[in-house]
């Protein structure tokens, strides 16, 4: 059933699994948490390439303020360092909350990520609720703020070594 869930956030394609007891055949999932799913699907994959798109856009501003034209001075590349480090505050802000309330977290993030509410799921009646408890998504929610806390460090590495470079060719 994980490897189905992961085919599934990468495809989208069949959440189902089914399976025979007795010589019948069940559905694992019923149609509130398939219709939750689509909703996961879909927010995974427009955060996916909304990720990329950020790596691309930071990696490119990175790699033009390495000549001498004008606009790319010491002051854009300033801005751009400045920018990164309000932005690692924020990432560094949400991971301090998550690891005093994770719990008030998750509800706040599905109210926002999501216009219904299906993401509330009754462990007695939905098998998907009792494959992802809250240990999962604390897991999960670590390796995301962890992934991101790195690339704003490396970013903001990377930044420093090229204003460094710039304040030495001024």
Same mark, same amino acid.
């Given at each position: 059933v994980a490897k189905m869930i992961t085919r599934y956030l990468q495809t989208g394609r069949n959440f189902q699994h089914t399976y025979v007891v007795d010589g019948m055949e069940y559905v694992a999932f019923n149609a509130k948490e398939q219709t939750h799913m689509a909703d996961v699907h879909s927010l995974f994959s427009h955060s996916t390439w909304v990720c990329w798109m950020l790596l691309? !856009?930071? &990696?490119?501003?990175? =790699?033009?303020?390495d000549n001498n034209a004008p606009w790319k001075s010491l002051p854009h590349? !300033?801005? &751009?360092?400045?920018? =990164?480090?309000?932005?690692?505050?924020v990432v560094t802000a949400v991971i301090i909350l998550a690891c005093i309330d994770f719990n008030s977290l998750f509800v706040l993030f599905h109210q926002v990520a999501f216009t219904n509410d299906l993401w509330l799921l009754d462990p007695r009646t939905?098998?998907?609720?009792r494959l992802m408890p809250i240990e999962f998504f604390i897991s999960y929610a670590a390796i995301i703020g962890g992934l991101w806390l790195l690339g704003m460090v490396g970013l903001l590495v990377i930044s420093t070594i090229f204003i460094r470079k710039a304040?030495?060719?001024?």
């Open positions: 691309i !856009l930071s &990696f490119g501003c990175l =790699l033009q303020f590349m !300033l801005t &751009f360092r400045h920018t =990164l480090i309000a932005v690692l505050a939905d098998l998907l609720i304040k030495e060719r001024e």
